[in-house]
């Protein structure tokens, strides 16, 4: 073969794989695209924001209420006379016949404990007759305006205790609500 004729052939190919890597590059271009700016977002970050921020305050808002509700209230100190009112509504059950004995011995104990707190008077190592007779040179008012009200209620509770005496229902029932009427009569002042 000519040598002539082998080049031309050559140029030949050679000529259409030099249009292949212009036509790849000019494909290339169009398919990929050069590194642009950033582009402008449209507002939709603020609504997430804003949708957000109305979230974290609706669960403070709601932490809060609930801390309100679930707070532990603090219970006020019972006063000297509320509390005797309390200990003495715990001598109810004992209002019946078979435990009249147990309930003159809880109800004066609770009346002598209280009177001993709240006048600074010391009654639980006297008898009663020593107690009232001490009385008579007391210097508190409301223990001597009182003085008859207490004398049967302890006379009718050491009745009670030391001779097996049995009270009908509606005797402890007075002997209670005399109890009652003195603690409240007796009581502290409330502060406003």
Not at 172 to 185: D, G
Request: charged content about 20%; some cysteine.
């Amino acid at each position: 073969m000519n040598t002539r004729v082998y080049a031309g052939r050559i140029a030949r190919s050679c000529a259409w794989l030099a249009l292949l890597p212009g036509a790849v590059l000019a494909g290339a271009a169009d398919d990929i695209r050069d590194i642009r700016g950033p582009k402008a977002v449209s507002g939709s970050w603020r609504v997430y924001a804003i949708i957000a921020a109305i979230t974290l305050a609706a669960i403070c808002i709601a932490y809060v209420i609930w801390r309100g509700r679930h707070r532990a209230v603090q219970p006020r100190a019972l006063t000297l006379s509320e509390l005797a009112l309390q200990r003495l509504e715990g001598t109810r059950p004992l209002m019946r016949t078979n435990t009249a004995r147990a309930f003159g011995i809880a109800a004066s104990e609770v009346i002598r404990d209280y009177i001993e707190k709240r006048f600074d008077v010391v009654v639980t190592q006297r008898t009663t007759e020593e107690f009232l007779q001490s009385l008579l040179q007391s210097s508190h008012d409301a223990l001597v305006r009182h003085r008859a009200l207490l004398a049967e209620f302890l006379q009718q509770c050491d009745f009670v205790k030391f001779a097996g005496d049995s009270l009908a229902v509606s005797n402890m029932e007075a002997l209670f609500k005399s109890a009652h009427r003195f603690v409240l009569e007796t009581g502290e002042v409330a502060v406003a």
